[in-house]
């Protein structure tokens, strides 16, 4: 991005306002709470794009319940994914025993999740589910993994916002919105 500028000007379009992720994801939470009750929950976020979902989520729920996080790390610097699945950070709470809510910002090839829940597994918690803020709806999902809770279902766009970035940027926008085109095709070196 050009400097002087603000992120909003690389922005083509909002897809999702702050009112409308705020009433979503209340809306989650309440549903999560409702079906935990009395069960021991631990909401394990992906890092780093479900970070604000992830603090947004555990404030909406209203049971108690431990967070912890996991790290992976599939697209590099670009708008594709590499179809490789990093993992760079395991839990640290015990997850043996416990019922296990993982929270993603974006499902697309749903590569990442299946990798994290098999991660998961080998913790033997009791139960696993899937908390997507955003389910992209792409063609061909390379692996299906069920998702329970899933907050807006978008087009096969590339969106930034809301933790999700392009190039470790655009993360802190408090909407989800499209990229304009001519970020992707700018000059590497003004980046
Ligand atoms: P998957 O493994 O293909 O499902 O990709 C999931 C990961 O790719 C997400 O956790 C994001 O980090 C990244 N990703 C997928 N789609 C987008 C997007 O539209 N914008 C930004 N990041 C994305
Ligand atoms: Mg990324």
Redesign the pocket.
Known sequence: MAKGKTLHDDIEEVVFDEKQIAARVKEMGAEISKDYKGKDLVLVG?LR??LVFLSDLTRAIEIPHQFDMVG?S??GTS?S?SGR?QITKDVEINLRGKHVVIC??????????AAIRDLLRVHHPESIAVATFLY?KVKKRTTEVEVSYSGFEIDD????GYG???AEIYRNLPYIGVLKRRVYEEPKKEK
């Open positions: 992906i794009g479900g992976a599939s697209y708008t994914s699945v993603e910002a974006i499902n697309d090839s749903g590569r990442t999740l992209k766009k590339f969106v930034v999700l970035d392009y």
